[in-house]
């Protein structure tokens, strides 16, 4: 091995005599380390906390906006409406619904009703809440949490069933300390059986409130349809696509599919739901990006504070050695040997300082989970790799520049006065 | 057969401050290949700076040096260190043996020099060397952990395990008490027997006597 790369081999001396040296002064080393250490501390905690904040407001976002969906809306008859075909307005229609639901590319559809204030009659009292008809499947894929009970199922929808689902902060004024599944509600003067409760979702970071969801009684939004609405119409059908990809295409599809049969009126429109969570991953991208640049100059502050330390130490390692690098001259080591042996300290210093850190940048992320979990939210930050390779990337530039000075110092000495001493 | 070492007017001016110090006038020297050459003379009259300069650990102001049928005077940087590390071999007053390395690793340390030497031949040599000087025993320690005597017969062992073409010597006794002195030089005595060329400053008439041929310094020239 060592006779088939000599070089790799010499390479491995050099360090070997580093490490000689670091064991030789162990407290020395350790403090020369502290500030490489802590700048690849900082880096590696720094970006791997970055980017799964990063990946966490991605998952934020994405759970409660539609990063593949779009919502078609009906828009009611145009106050000016000139054309014909506008006066027409069939408006939305469950026939839509069911359309774009056979469409490619199309991976469900929930027919939507945002529905208005209403009184609401419960055994602990009256009061006026929002009631929204949702599809089934709607809560779900909202991740909105059913706290007790069921959710809306397709059956309830399909059968237009009186049934619904209560928000878990509507609990206490409607039924004091009871337990609301199975009790009877009155909507509006119409009775409906409770069958669950719904929960406001959690956030791993995304500072958003979302407590409105559970603020709210959902029903089936055919029951709005029919009682409010009128048969067969429906406020809106949220589409959700496939994939990210296909999702331009199935929107465009689906655009033109209602217009086309709603014979070009103009009674519908278009809420993109997810260029407005791309909207938002784009702002928090910014936000993040900005904390890299901080981050970034604090890691890189810190690393060239290493250095200077590195720097002083080594030139007092050369001044205790002297006599030593003499007696390397004296038997043979040219200027390039010594240039070597002290960048080879130099780096060795900068790299464990590196792996040091790196150490302790994966105890900082444990840290941070940890107490991430005391206040009942579990982060999982992954070590960034990037961030790793940067450490020790830096690290190795801090310790060539920081020790090429007092490298080129021991190889200029001369061999007879560095004997003496002098 | 040419000279081992043929010096002609080495002169050695140090300068301190303003003021040129004098520390060789004018050397002529030969040395034969297998020689046991002794210089003397009084403190500071130019031996160390002598030995010095025909070890290739310094180079004269003027004056011309041949080593082996090489012009060292011309040589500087990496052609004179390696002209160090395969010619000579020079054993110091003070040992200068290296205080982390054990006794074996100090030997071995010029053939890391050399380059192209595995680690694995080097040990041997390194080995086979301090066998051959009745210090076997020894590999493992450490300088401090040994006798005077001993420090300076490791010395001389890592001045000759890159087989140098003379082995150069400035008062090795010098350090030592004068058991631990005569130990020393039989150990010299001996290679010379084995045909080594040696020169070696001595202080000591006695010691100088035990050389083959003598020469004698004064004030920075040879007198004898
Ligand atoms: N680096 C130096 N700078 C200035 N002068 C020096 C230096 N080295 C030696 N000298 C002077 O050169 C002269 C010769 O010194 P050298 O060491 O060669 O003498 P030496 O014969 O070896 O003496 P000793 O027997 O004491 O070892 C002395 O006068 C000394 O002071
Ligand atoms: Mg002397």
Redesign the interface.
């Known amino acids: 091995m ?2 088939r790369f ?1 070089r790799l ?1 010499a390479g491995w ?1 050099l360090v070997e005599d580093a490490l ?1 040296e670091v064991r ?1 002064h162990p407290l020395r080393s350790v403090l020369t380390l502290s500030g490489i250490v802590f700048g690849a501390a900082s880096l590696v905690s720094m970006t791997s906390l970055a980017r799964a904040m990063k990946e966490m407001a991605y998952r934020d976002l994405e759970s409660i906006g539609f990063p593949r969906s779009y919502v078609v809306w009906d828009r009611g008859p145009r106050s000016d409406a000139q054309r014909a075909v506008d006066l027409r307005h069939p408006g939305l229609r469950l026939a839509d619904l069911e359309a774009l639901r056979h469409m490619p590319g199309v991976s469900s559809v929930h027919g939507r009703n945002p529905g208005t204030e209403m009184v609401v009659s419960a055994p602990a009292g009256q009061r006026l809440a929002r009631v929204e008809g949702v599809d089934a499947g709607y809560l779900e894929v909202r991740q909105f949490p059913i706290a007790a009970g069921r959710s809306l199922r397709a059956l309830d929808v399909m059968r237009v069933s009186r049934v619904a689902v209560v928000g878990t902060l509507l609990q206490s004024d409607l039924f004091g300390a009871a337990d609301p599944v199975g009790r009877t509600i009155t909507i509006d003067g119409v009775r409906f059986l409770v069958v669950g409760t719904v929960a406001p979702p959690s956030f791993e970071i995304a500072p958003i409130d979302f407590d409105f969801a559970a603020r709210r009684i959902y029903v089936p939004y055919t029951y709005l349809t029919r009682y409010r609405d009128g048969q067969g119409r429906l406020s809106g059908v949220l589409v959700t696509a496939d994939t990210a990809t296909e999702f331009g295409r199935v929107l465009q599809a689906g655009t033109m599919l209602v217009r086309q049969r709603h014979g070009g009126a103009e009674d519908f429109e278009i809420e993109n739901e997810a260029a407005d969570v791309q909207e938002d991953l784009a702002m928090a991208d910014g936000i993040l990006a900005g904390w890299n640049v901080v981050m970034y100059a604090i890691a890189g502050v810190t690393l060239v504070v290493g250095g200077i330390g590195l720097f002083s130490v080594l030139l007092i390692s050369v001044r205790e050695r002297v ?2 690098i003499g ?11 010594i240039r070597r042996l002290f960048l080879a300290e130099s780096l060795t210093l900068a790299f464990l300082g590196a792996v040091v850190g790196i150490g302790g940048g994966a105890g900082l992320i444990l840290i941070t989970e940890f107490i991430s979990r005391q206040f009942g939210r579990s982060f999982a930050i992954a070590i960034h790799p990037p961030g790793v390779a940067l450490a020790i990337v830096f690290a190795v530039i801090v310790g060539l520049v920081f020790g090429w000075y007092p490298a080129r110092r021991a190889a200029k000495l ?3 006065e560095a ?1 003496a001493g002098v | 057969m040419a000279a081992l070492i043929a010096a002609r007017g080495l002169t050695k001016t140090y300068r301190l401050g303003q003021v040129d110090v004098p520390a060789l006038r004018g050397v002529d020297t030969t040395v034969d290949a297998g020689e046991f050459v002794a210089i003397v003379g009084p403190s500071g009259s130019g031996k160390s700076t002598l030995m ?1 300069i025909l ?1 290739c ?2 180079t004269a102001t003027a004056g011309s040096y041949h080593l082996d049928g090489e012009d060292v005077s011309r040589f500087a ?2 052609r004179l ?2 002209v ?3 010619k000579v071999g ?1 054993v ?1 007053q003070t040992f ?1 043996l ?1 205080p ?1 390395l054990n006794v074996e690793e100090n030997v071995a ?2 053939l ?3 380059g ?1 030497v ?3 031949e080097r040990r041997e040599r390194a080995r086979a060397l301090l066998e051959r000087l009745g210090l076997s025993h020894r590999i493992g320690h450490r300088p401090d952990e040994l006798s005077g005597g001993e420090r300076q017969r490791v010395a001389i062992a ?1 001045a000759l395990v ?1 087989s140098p073409a003379i082995l150069m010597a400035d008062e090795p006794t010098g350090n030592l008490d004068s058991h631990a002195g005569a130990e020393v030089l039989a150990t010299i005595e001996e290679l010379h027997r084995d045909g080594h060329t040696i020169v070696m400053v001595t202080h000591d008439a006695d010691v100088a006597a035990r050389a083959q041929r003598t020469i004698h310094i004064a004030d920075g020239r040879v007198v004898a």
């Open positions: 060592a006779e000599p081999a001396e000689r030789a006599r030593e007696i390397r001259k004296a038997l043979g080591a040219d200027d390039g040997a001369d061999p007879i004997i | 010095h070890g650990l310094d940087g990496k260190a390696q160090r590390n395969r020079f110091f200068n290296m982390r340390l010029p890391k020099y050399r192209g595995p680690r694995s890592r890159g």
